[in-house]
C-alpha cells in the first residue's frame, strides 16, 4: 500500500520536472528496489539456528561490497568506512552538472520516508529486545530528550535510520548518475538480506589489526534474549552480539569468551573512553 503512494507521488514528481526517460527509469527503478526492502522480515527476532543458515549468502555479500569501496580507500589513502563517502560526493558533483541535482534533492523525500518507516520498525523492534541500562548520574539524565548520552536503545533506533537514509539516498543517486557501477549496490542487497546497519570497523583479534565491515541483525539466542547479532565479514558462525543501545566496542560472545576488540569507526556514536 505504502509502495504505491511512494510510486504514484515519484510518478507526479517526474512529470512535474519533465525528466527524460533514461534518467526516469534509472529514477523509478532505484526507488522502487529500496521501497521494497522488508523492514518487518528485517527487524524479527530470527532464531540463531535459522540466521546461521545464511552466513554464507551474507558472507559473499560483505566480500562484494568490501571490493566495491577499497578502490575508493586504497585512491584516497583512508579507512573503508570514511571511503564510502567518496562515490557518494561524486554522485552528487555528477548530479548538479547533469542538471538533476534538484530532482534527486525532491525524490529523496521519498527515501527519506522509507529510512522513517524503517526506523519505526526498528523502535517497535526495541522494545521486544534486550536493552542497555539508561545512564544514571548528577545532574540526572534527560530521558526525555536522550542529549546527554548516545548510549540508549532510542538512539540506537536513530543511528539505524540515519544511516538507512545515507545508504538509500547513495545508492539511488549513484544509480542514476553511475557510469559503469554502483558501489552502493552490495550495500542495498546486504539490506535486502536482512541487515538492519551497515559498518566498516577497525579491530583487533589477537594482536592482530584490520577493518572489517560489520553487519547487525535482530535475533533470538537462547538465555540470551531478543538481541542485536553482531556479524562481521568472515564469520561462519554468529559468535558476537550487542543490547539495543550497548556502545559498539561492547560485544559479547555468544559461547566462550572473545579475544575480539573493535577499536574504532568512522562515527560519532564511537567513543572507547
Not at 69 to 85: E, N, Q, V
Not at 146 to 162: A, F, G, I, L, Q
Given at each position: 500500500m505504502t509502495e504505491n503512494i511512494d510510486l504514484t507521488l515519484l510518478d507526479k514528481i517526474l512529470a512535474k520536472n519533465q525528466i527524460d526517460e533514461r534518467t526516469s527509469s534509472h529514477i523509478r527503478e532505484s526507488v522502487s528496489r529500496v521501497d521494497k526492502i522488508d523492514e518487518s522480515k528485517t527487524f524479527r527476532y530470527e532464531p540463531i539456528e535459522e540466521f546461521e543458515k545464511r552466513l554464507l549468502q551474507l558472507n559473499i555479500l560483505k566480500n562484494k561490497a568490501t571490493d566495491a569501496?577499497?578502490?575508493?580507500?586504497?585512491?584516497?589513502?583512508?579507512?573503508?568506512?570514511?571511503?564510502?563517502?567518496v562515490p557518494m560526493m561524486e554522485a552528487i558533483f555528477k548530479s548538479k552538472k547533469a542538471g538533476n541535482y534538484e530532482i534527486i534533492h525532491e525524490v529523496f523525500g521519498l527515501t527519506n520516508a522509507k529510512a522513517?518507516?524503517?526506523?519505526?520498525?526498528?523502535?517497535?523492534?526495541?522494545?521486544?529486545?534486550?536493552?542497555?541500562?539508561?545512564?544514571?548520574?548528577?545532574?540526572?539524565?534527560?530521558?526525555?530528550?536522550?542529549?546527554?548520552?548516545?548510549?540508549?536503545?532510542?538512539?540506537?533506533?536513530?543511528?539505524?535510520?540515519?544511516?538507512?537514509?545515507?545508504?538509500?539516498?547513495?545508492?539511488?543517486?549513484?544509480?542514476?548518475?553511475k557510469q559503469l557501477s554502483d558501489p552502493f549496490e552490495p550495500v542495498i542487497s546486504l539490506y535486502e538480506n536482512g541487515c538492519t546497519d551497515f559498518i566498516f570497523m577497525q579491530t583487533e583479534y589477537d594482536g592482530k589489526r584490520s577493518?572489517?565491515?560489520?553487519?547487525?541483525?535482530?535475533?533470538?539466542?537462547?538465555?540470551?534474549?531478543?538481541?542485536?547479532?553482531v556479524h562481521l565479514t568472515g564469520d561462519e558462525k554468529l559468535l558476537h552480539y550487542r543490547k539495543w543501545g550497548e556502545p559498539y566496542f561492547t560485544i559479547h560472545p555468544v559461547k566462550g569468551q572473545t579475544g575480539l576488540k573493535i577499536t574504532g569507526i568512522a562515527d560519532q556514536r564511537f567513543h572507547v573512553d
Open positions: 569501496f577499497r578502490p575508493f580507500a586504497d585512491k584516497y589513502h583512508t579507512s573503508l568506512c570514511a571511503s564510502m563517502g522513517k518507516r524503517f526506523g519505526l520498525a526498528a523502535l517497535y523492534s526495541s522494545l521486544q529486545g534486550q536493552k542497555n541500562e539508561i545512564p544514571y548520574g548528577e545532574p540526572a539524565y534527560n530521558i526525555v530528550f536522550d542529549r546527554d548520552s548516545p548510549w540508549t536503545y532510542r538512539n540506537e533506533v536513530e543511528h539505524m535510520e540515519e544511516y538507512a537514509r545515507y545508504h538509500f539516498n547513495s545508492y539511488v543517486i549513484n544509480e542514476i548518475e577493518e572489517k565491515l560489520c553487519t547487525f541483525h535482530t535475533v533470538n539466542i537462547p538465555d540470551k534474549g531478543n538481541v542485536i547479532a
